[in-house]
């Protein structure tokens, strides 16, 4: 027993022993972590939130939005500069400078200006908008369709224009995105009404600024030092339309971002040689995802209807088609004389001798002639969208192209929308033509900027507001 009593004695012994270390050692790591707090701060990393970017940008030529070809320098001007009507990011229309837009008569539109100053503190007035409409009309601007149906205008008061056009336009109101500059101002003056202020511009960079952030556009001589200093994070932002930019920057340390181009690409149907099944069958038979993949590096967007670019007036949803009709075993597959589309008439061809179906490609001259001639059964076509929403170009039967003519002119924006459509159930019976892709502006940014970077072809900088920096 006394022997049982003395392991038991010992073993006690052991474990106060235990605990009395282990409550040591608790207190140890704790009078070290008290005493010394800048440890644990060193381990804790800390996050630094920046609102100033840095964008870069090629081919800079002036600032004058009026003047410039250069497609980045029209991005940063909307920054700097706003229009009479606004385009919304799904392409609807909304008050700028103009409160009011009002159709008086066929050709005739009363122009009435908000009350906005310009960035020196004077005011807004008709005398600007006159100024701006006619620097466009006397110069090579980008905006020369924009005002080419301008015939007069009128000044009422300072805060009041009428507008005479040469004939009657359907969605004028769309036309007035062109930014208002100041009366009498020219190359070396920047004074806009926009978001952001010119504060500093010479030949390497621009610096924009408003109260909540600081915008540095650096201006390079080529696409190469711009990829470098990209890859380099000297710049947070840039906009390409190079489906190859991967073979330059790699694609590692960035994100990317698609914004739908303007350029669409379509088959219209001979409808007089194709009936609709066989119209469906050739629909699910091209497949466009692989023409994209095979010539586009995955860069381009499918697309079944051209106001798929977003617009608000498009509601589509393409729905599988499953009839499998006999396709004639030869077609014919009218193309341009251009490379790119010839590129992607090889396509269609592989694809369709895949399935034993012969394609032989012709060349046109004009679209339209291919048309009137009927010498084709498909005929491949790119067209540049309209910043107005007009689709009446894509059908070919004269009842129809008048049924849309017909409803461009109704105000009523849910009307106009119901009217849309209805013409786009027409095209799912009818099938004139097949949508294939939309061509795309690639937003690339490193992986420290942040915010919602979605935009449309208009305008890539609808949400800048929403972009910061994570450091």
Known sequence: MKGEEKTKYIKNIFIIVTIILVLLAIYIICVRNINKPEDNERNVKKVEIKKDIIIGVTEFDTLNPITTKSLEVQYISKLIYKPLIEITQNFNIEAGLAKECSKTGNTEYIIKLDDVKWQNGSIVTARDVEFTINMIKETDSIYKQNVEKIESIDIIDDKTIKVKLAEETSFFEYLLCFPIVKENTYNNENIGTGPYKVEEINNKEIILGNEERKITIKIYDSVAEMYSNFTKEKLDFIITQNNEYDEHIGNIGFSEQLITGRNYYYLTFNNKKLEKEIKNQIKNLVNREKIIYEIYNNKYKVADFPLEYGSYLCNYMEKTNTENAEIPLQLTLGVSNDEELYAI???????????????????????????????????????????????????????????????????????????????????????????????????????????????????????????????
Request: a negative charge; proline letters at 2%; hydrophobic letters at 35%.
């Open 345 to 471: 008439a090889e396509q269609i061809k592989k694809q369709l001798n895949e399935k034993n179906i012969e394609i032989n490609i012709k060349y046109y001259n004009r679209f339209e002639d291919a048309i009137k001639n009927n010498y084709y059964d498909l005929l491949l076509n790119k067209k540049m969208v309209d910043i107005m929403p007009k689709i009446d170009y894509y059908f070919q039967e004269i009842e129809t192209k008048n049924k849309i003519l017909d409803i461009y002119d109704i105000e009523d924006k849910n009307v106009l929308k119901e009217e849309y459509n209805k013409i786009i159930e027409q095209y799912k019976e009818e099938i004139p033509f097949m949508g294939l892709f939309f061509d795309s502006y690639i937003i690339l940014h490193n992986s420290k900027l942040k915010g919602d970077f979605s935009g449309n072809w208009y305008n890539p900088f609808y949400n800048i507001d929403t972009w910061y920096k994570v450091e």
